[in-house]
């Protein structure tokens, strides 16, 4: 028979592979009013004001309450949320859940009983990856118009706090210039009696 020892590093590695990850939790006695950042799981069973990043699964229990800003990878709600959100994954409501928010998330579901009242924007790639860049930046409301490059921008570079109007985005949609749609409408304007 022989025996095999492993490096310290090693064995912790191995304990921690099969431990679940780690959770904080805000519990039903608990109010908590201000900024609360964790790099793990969230979950709340009380109350929360103010603003919350979570880089794991942000869970809302039922009776819980929810008033923030609130950034996540995931979010699970079956109880209150009210505020704005960017949810890089699945931004997920349960029967018992209600949301009255902005809410940018990659996916939205909404099961039979769950209330949703708000925006929803979708998030592409493209956006969680400005999303992933600026962290600072994910919290922020998003606008009320869907920001694009504009045209006339070097490659690459993409002002975040650049949007563009309805008619330049559905003019880039169609794969015209917005100087193109401006000379479209000027010439329908001439044509009328």
């Not at 912790?12 to 679940?20: G, S, V």
């Not at 229990?61 to 079956?78: H, L």
């Amino acid at each position: 028979m022989s025996t095999t020892t492993l490096p310290a590093s090693s064995l912790w590695a191995a304990t921690q592979a099969e431990q679940p990850p780690s959770e904080s939790r805000i519990d039903s006695d608990s109010h908590f009013n201000g900024l609360y950042k964790t790099r793990q799981n969230l979950r709340i069973e009380g109350i929360a004001e103010g603003e919350i990043q979570c880089d794991g699964t942000l869970t809302v229990a039922e009776g819980a309450r929810v008033e923030a800003t609130v950034t996540a990878s995931t979010i699970t709600i079956a109880g209150t949320l009210r505020g704005e959100v960017v949810c890089q994954g699945i931004f997920q409501i349960l029967p018992t859940g209600e949301v009255e928010a902005s809410v940018s998330a990659r996916r939205l579901v909404v099961q039979e009983g769950g209330l949703y009242n708000g925006d929803f924007h979708m998030i592409t790639d493209s956006v969680a990856g400005a999303f992933a860049s600026q962290p600072e930046r994910a919290a922020a409301p998003p606008s009320a118009e869907p920001t694009l490059p504009r045209a006339d921008a070097p490659a690459g570079d993409a002002p975040a706090e650049d949007t563009i109007g309805s008619d330049e985005w559905w003019a880039k949609i169609a794969g015209s210039s917005a100087a193109d749609a401006d000379a479209e409408a000027a010439s329908e304007d001439d044509a009328e009696p």
